[in-house]
């Protein structure tokens, strides 16, 4: 079984600096996907970022970005310039990489970013 | 554009009443469907996923049912409701046989058993 292990449950930033959100998962999978999903305090999940693990270079979208360490199982998102928006729960999330679409989640983040 | 329905949003239930979630998800056909549950401060528990009509599997053993009687149709039911089923209930779907996809979640459910 996969799993996905977030050490963080909580997690404090002022605004316009920058926070790293730590996410560790166990598999013996050699192809898989990984995900960031965002739930602010309206409770919809929304994908920040996905990286495959087949590539080398880290994703990045706008001031999200990964540093995903294969050979450690690590994957974890960095926040750049924090914006009072990004206030939300954070759950990092696995996919296997072939037949059904299974998505297996962390615990979750809380990230507060304060004024 | 494919868009996903949960409904209701809010629900308080006796304990041994029984419960009944729906979702539907439209522009899209044979899609994958799951049915999560976060409790208050833990993360997503898969509890069951569905590839096709009639087809569901069960992630973790509990006092819930799930049924697809049509193919972008997901439905969550329990005959009857423990206090420990209170919680909040998403459903998600993604595109079969794509690698490319992500789970893309309806607006939830949440459930308090009283």
């Known amino acids: 079984a996969q799993t996905v292990t977030q050490s963080q449950p909580e997690m404090s930033v002022q605004e316009a600096e920058t926070v790293t959100l730590s996410c560790t998962y166990d598999t013996s999978e050699s192809n898989y996907y990984l995900f960031w999903y965002k739930q602010p305090p309206s409770r919809q999940m929304i994908l920040v970022i996905r990286q495959e693990a087949y590539k080398q270079q880290n994703a990045t979208e706008n001031r999200f970005s990964v540093n995903f360490q294969k050979a450690a199982k690590s994957f974890s998102l960095k926040i750049s310039d924090s914006q009072l928006g990004d206030t939300a729960m954070y759950f990092c999330a696995f996919m296997k990489g072939y037949n059904f679409n299974k998505f297996y989640f962390g615990s979750g983040t809380k990230l507060n970013v304060k004024p | 554009s494919q868009t996903i329905h949960q409904w209701p949003a809010t629900l308080v239930q006796p304990v041994g009443s029984p419960l009944s979630l729906e979702c539907t998800v439209e522009g899209t056909s044979n899609p994958n469907l799951y049915w999560y549950r976060q409790a208050a401060g833990r993360g997503l528990q898969l509890l069951f996923y569905?590839?096709?009509?009639?087809?569901i599997s069960s992630e973790v053993p509990q006092n819930l049912s799930a049924s697809r009687p049509q193919d972008r149709q997901f439905i969550l039911s329990s005959k009857k409701l423990l206090l420990s089923d209170s919680g909040f209930y998403l459903c998600a779907w993604s595109v079969a046989g794509d690698l490319n996809t992500e789970a893309f979640f309806g607006q939830g459910t949440r459930l308090t058993v009283v």
């Open positions: 569905s590839v096709g009509i009639g087809q």
